[in-house]
């Protein structure tokens, strides 16, 4: 064998072998709400306080300003603070995955960078969104021109496919492209559109990809079949009974019977609702576009979620 092919071979074992040593995003990750003041602004006190409660009741960790944290509708200097100031604040930064997902590649990158000077122990990436019908070989460049301009050997990256929000899928395609390509930077992803026919194929195909679940209801058979776990938004109100089904690999029909409550209202302002009971109006503001639930629709929330209590 030629000395260059030689090493070009060795290089590529190499890089598996990093790949599949290293350092396993186990277990349920908490999609954290983002409490707000008055103005609209974060409150960080609040948010910290929520983050250390979540990974004292069990979650791996949290991931900050995802699609349950309103992410996009802060801007990047707010998410840049506002990781700075969890950190401060004694988030421990090893357990926290950043959502950095932004339309362009420069906002994509400062948040990025963010992360990795806080220590954080990962970022989850969308797409690019806004613009649609875009070809496998655009998403991958965006991906490309990320992880090349950020150049951090610590960057560790989890796509992030949420095709019902972002507009955007993300093939097995890409994935495979990605993961080939740079298979100690892109490390994993989340599977947030609930497509348990594509969660079966990811886990097949790229058994070294570490594959987190969004949807509560696939928890349990996901991890059975090899997903690391699941990143939750439920689990902002019920952390300990969302990592059972992580433990367990069983599904809980409490969570069956939440989830089918939840679906009668708009999610976000409904987990915001019934956290600000427990802990107090910053939990119940929202930024626009989205609004609180109305006080009828906060008192019936909560019988449904008192009866569904009961009954299970």
Not at 24 to 49: E, M, N, Q, W
Not at 228 to 257: F, V, W
């Amino acid at each position: 064998m030629q000395p260059y092919k030689l090493a070009v071979l060795l290089i590529g074992l190499l890089s598996t072998l990093k790949a599949i040593t290293m350092e396993k995003f186990t277990g349920i990750y908490a999609a954290s709400l983002t409490p707000l003041h008055a103005d609209l602004s974060c409150d960080y006190d609040a948010y910290a306080v929520h983050c250390k409660e979540l990974i004292e009741q069990g979650c791996s960790g949290v991931v900050l300003f995802g699609t349950t944290g309103e992410g996009p509708s802060f801007s990047v200097a707010e998410r840049q603070e506002g990781i700075q100031a969890l950190v401060e604040r004694g988030v421990d930064p090893k357990k926290i995955i950043v959502s950095v997902g932004c339309p362009s590649v420069e906002d994509t990158i400062t948040l990025t960078q963010a992360a990795l000077a806080a220590k954080c122990a990962a970022v989850l990436m969308t797409p690019p969104y806004f613009f649609k019908n875009v070809s496998d070989a655009g998403i991958i460049a965006f991906y490309r021109e990320v992880i090349r301009k950020v150049n951090n050997p610590d960057l560790k990256i989890f796509l992030y496919h949420i095709p019902q929000f972002s507009g955007v899928r993300i093939s097995l395609d890409v994935i495979r492209t990605l993961h080939e390509e740079f298979p100690t930077t892109v490390i994993g992803m989340k599977e947030s559109e609930g497509n348990f026919e594509l969660t079966s194929a990811v886990l097949k195909q790229f058994p070294n990809l570490q594959l987190l679940v969004g949807s509560e209801k696939m928890i349990a058979d996901a991890v059975s079949l090899g997903a690391t776990g699941g990143i939750s938004g439920i689990a902002n109100i019920c952390p300990q009974l969302i990592c059972s089904l992580y433990k367990s690999k069983e599904r809980q029909p409490e969570i069956e019977a939440l989830s089918a409550v939840l679906k009668n209202y708009p999610f976000i302002p409904a987990i915001k609702s019934l956290l600000a009971q427990k802990k107090g109006s910053s939990w119940n503001m929202l930024r626009p576009p989205l609004v609180p639930l109305s006080s009828n629709e906060s008192i019936r929330f909560a019988e449904d979620v008192q009866t569904c209590e009961q009954t299970h």
